[in-house]
């Protein structure tokens, strides 16, 4: 069974500062997707992010980046320039492509369980 | 209304109530999930449910009930709860395509307290 851990419950950072979150993850899968999903006090989860396992080039989306170490199964995010609008829970994730629905194809989600990030003015 | 909806937002309920959970996605997506995420433990997966048929059920106790009726709208039933089910219940919907990644949009979630 494949686990994602989050070593830091919360972290906090100031305002136009660069954080990083750590995420590690256990599998013997070769074929995956990771994540990182945040959850701000309105608690609708949104994705920010998403890392294809064969895909050796870190993804990027705009101020959010990731540092995906496939041999360490390790998949940190950057957020850079933070903004209060940052604020939230991350949740960091992981998706095994399995035959699954009739049609194939799976997206069955194994998350952490969240470091809380504040963003101070 | 827009992206995935959950009616109530928020849901107090005694042991011996009998109460239901409702999700509708505007998204024209052909999956539907419920989550449940407690204090200090990751989201965990409950039910899925891919064209109205149910796909997982993730060793969920009985005493909730999904119903799938059509791709639009998911509910979860609830009845003789435990405190320990006091949890908030997202639920989340995708289009399930074979071969490729599909993403998960979630609702907001309904907040229940059981007393």
């Known amino acids: 069974a494949q686990t994602v851990t989050q070593s830091q419950p919360e972290m906090s950072v100031q305002e136009a500062e660069t954080v990083t979150l750590s995420c590690t993850y256990d599998?013997?899968?070769?074929?995956?997707?990771l994540f990182w999903y945040k959850q701000p006090p309105s608690r609708q989860m949104i994705l920010v992010i998403r890392q294809e396992a064969y895909k050796q080039q870190n993804a990027t989306e705009n101020r959010f980046s990731v540092n995906f170490q496939k041999a360490a199964k390790s998949f940190s995010l950057k957020i850079s320039d933070s903004q209060l609008g940052d604020t939230a829970m991350y949740f960091c994730?992981?998706?095994?492509?399995?035959?699954?629905?009739?049609?194939?194809?799976?997206?069955?989600?194994?998350f952490g369980k969240g470091t809380k990030l504040t963003v101070n003015p | 209304e827009t992206g995935v909806t959950q009616t109530p937002r928020h849901l107090v309920m005694g042991m011996t109530n009998k109460k239901s959970l409702k999700c509708e996605q505007h998204l024209g997506h052909n999956a539907m999930y419920w989550y449940k995420q407690s204090a200090k433990k990751p989201l965990e997966l409950m039910f899925v449910y891919s064209l109205e048929e149910r796909v997982e059920n993730n060793s969920v106790p009985s005493r909730f009930s999904p119903e799938c009726p059509n791709s639009s709208h998911l509910f979860l039933h609830l009845h003789t709860l435990q405190p320990e089910d006091s949890a908030l219940y997202l639920c989340?919907?995708?289009?399930?395509?074979?071969?490729?990644?599909?993403?998960?949009?979630f609702g907001p979630g309904t907040r229940l307290t059981v007393l």
């Open positions: 989340a919907s995708s289009q399930a395509t074979s071969g490729i990644y599909n993403e998960q949009f």
């Open positions: 599998t013997s899968e070769s074929n995956y997707y």
């Open positions: 994730a992981f998706m095994k492509k399995e035959r699954f629905f009739n049609q194939g194809g799976s997206e069955k989600l194994v």
